[in-house]
Every structure is written in C-alpha cells, then in structure tokens.
C-alpha cells in the first residue's frame, strides 16, 4: 500500500487509478475515478487512499478498514458504496495524456 505524492500527480502501486493538476490550474487537482471533478490537493490524496484500499476489490462492510473508507468517502461527500462503486470502475483517463493522446511510456525515461 503505497501512495506516491509528487507535485503534479499521485499514483498508488495498487491501483491503476491516479490523480493529477487540473489542465489550466495549479490549484485543483483531478482523480481518475471521479472524472469531472475537481478537488483540492488533500481531497485529491484522500480520493487516492480509497483508490488504494478498495483497489483490489476486497473491501466489504465487516472489513476492519471499512470504517476509515466510510470517513474518506464522506470527507468527499459520497457514501461508501457509492466510492466502492467508482472505484470498481476503469480509470477515465490513466492511459491519456492531457492533449487526448497516448503518453509516451518510454519518453519519462
């Protein structure tokens, strides 16, 4: 379970879904699973952490995160379900790059 925190994007190593600065504002920030919404940077890292408990689906009322889960959902004024569900969606944009192409993975080397 790890988040990684940079400037301008967070990524988690269990999840494909991510977080990255709104185009055309340094202020907001947008997450994968939530698209079309923009957020402030501690709700984008609070978006992340449900991403990254829930990501690999085993997530369930009894679960003894499930609590913690319900506290982010609701900081993001969304019900825990309703989170789960998202998540459980692919990532909206992950593979695509601002412009609507491709990213190159080689070309961050």
Do not use: Y
């Not at 967070?10 to 600065?21: F, G, M, P, Y």
């Amino acid at each position: 379970m790890t988040l990684t925190v940079l400037g301008d994007s967070i990524t988690s190593d269990r999840t494909a879904h991510s977080a990255r600065v709104a185009a055309g504002d340094g202020h907001l920030w947008e997450v994968s699973w939530l698209p079309g919404r923009h957020m402030n940077r501690n709700s984008a890292i609070t978006a992340m952490m449900i991403a990254d408990v829930t990501g690999p689906g085993e997530m369930h009322v009894g679960h003894r995160l499930w609590p913690h889960v319900a506290g982010w959902a609701a900081e993001l004024a969304l019900a825990a379900g309703e989170a789960l569900d998202q998540v459980a969606k692919p990532p909206s944009w992950a593979s695509v790059g601002r412009g609507g192409e491709m990213e190159d993975p080689e070309g961050a080397e």
